[in-house]
């Protein structure tokens, strides 16, 4: 049985450019662009350099988050699945934080791949601070929480370490 740690990293990741030329799609099937694509690359490496490869994946079925997260994985060197939750499309955060309420808490290092304004607000409520959360901007919030149920209860006990942004030119 793994050990249970006393403080969670929870990294909120907002999916990469989406592709909006393919209008006879629906909103949840757009795919990325190039630039996405290239963001996508970007942060999955960076998550590698800053040794913070998440233990545990959680994506909205958005094609541009599922997108987002296969890079990350390839990109990071991560080794276990992406878990896809369609409840994180066109939800609101309170709904993000019930379902990161929901991790098991073996893991440790979670990363949410989602959409906003879910994920700025997300970050509003887990830390009283406002941030613009543009595509594939990445989020590190370190909560002092056992379980990740306590998060519900316990939002008083995060703390915003970092944003990062993928500053890719545009195409």
């Given at each position: 049985m793994a050990l249970i740690d006393n403080k969670k990293t929870l990294l909120v990741l907002r999916h990469a450019k989406s592709n909006w030329k393919e209008d006879s799609?629906?909103?949840?099937e757009r795919s990325l662009n190039k630039r996405?694509?290239?963001?996508?690359s970007k942060m999955g490496k960076l998550l590698r350099e800053l040794n913070l490869v998440p233990d545990y994946i959680i994506s909205s079925t958005a094609k541009r988050a599922i997108d987002t997260s296969e890079?990350?994985?390839e990109f990071s060197g991560f080794k276990g699945k992406i878990n896809s939750d369609s409840s994180l499309y066109n939800q609101t955060s309170e709904q993000y934080i019930k379902?990161?309420?929901d991790i098991p808490d073996i893991y440790s290092r979670v990363l949410i791949v989602g959409?906003?304004?879910?994920?700025?607000?997300?970050?509003e409520?887990?830390?009283?601070?406002?941030?613009i959360m543009k595509t594939c901007y990445l989020a590190r919030i370190d909560i002092n929480i056992k379980r990740w149920?306590?998060?519900?209860?316990e939002r008083?006990?995060?703390v915003l370490i970092n944003i990062w942004r993928p500053n890719i030119k545009k195409e």
């Amino acid at each position: 049985m793994a050990l249970i740690d006393n403080k969670k990293t929870l990294l909120v990741l907002r999916h990469a450019k989406s592709n909006w030329k393919e209008d006879s799609l629906i909103d949840h099937e757009r795919s990325l662009n190039k630039r996405g694509r290239n963001q996508g690359s970007k942060m999955g490496k960076l998550l590698r350099e800053l040794n913070l490869v998440p233990d545990y994946i959680i994506s909205s079925t958005a094609k541009r988050a599922i997108d987002t997260s296969e890079l990350i994985v390839e990109f990071s060197g991560f080794k276990g699945k992406i878990n896809s939750d369609s409840s994180l499309y066109n939800q609101t955060s309170e709904q993000y934080i019930k379902v990161i309420a929901d991790i098991p808490d073996i893991y440790s290092r979670v990363l949410i791949v989602g959409h906003n304004p879910s994920i700025e607000n997300l970050i509003e409520k887990l830390t009283n601070r406002i941030e613009i959360m543009k595509t594939c901007y990445l989020a590190r919030i370190d909560i002092n929480i056992k379980r990740w149920k306590d998060i519900i209860s316990e939002r008083d006990k995060s703390v915003l370490i970092n944003i990062w942004r993928p500053n890719i030119k545009k195409e």
